[in-house]
């Protein structure tokens, strides 16, 4: 998977990644739980708190937003 530098978080478990340098990095295929998705440091992603068949049940869900910071080399 290619990323180009900066900071990276794992999607499900918000283990953090820095890239110094970009290019491609090998990453696991898959878990048995999930598929490794990754979150660029610096985004904010607005997700339901609970998974909904139906559209009018969703739409009085709340949102929870989750936040992925971005980093210098010397940290935050």
Do not use: C
Request: zero cysteines; proline letters at 4%; a neutral charge.
């Amino acid at each position: 998977m290619f990323f180009p530098n900066g900071t990276w978080y794992e999607f499900f478990t918000s283990k953090r990644h820095i890239v110094y340098i970009s290019g491609v990095y090998e990453v696991p295929q898959e878990s048995g739980d999930y598929i490794y998705s990754y979150v660029r440091g610096g985004k904010i992603l607005p997700l339901k708190e609970k998974i909904r068949h139906s559209a009018m049940l969703a739409r009085n869900e709340s949102y929870l937003l989750n936040i992925y910071l971005e980093t210098n080399e010397q940290g935050l």
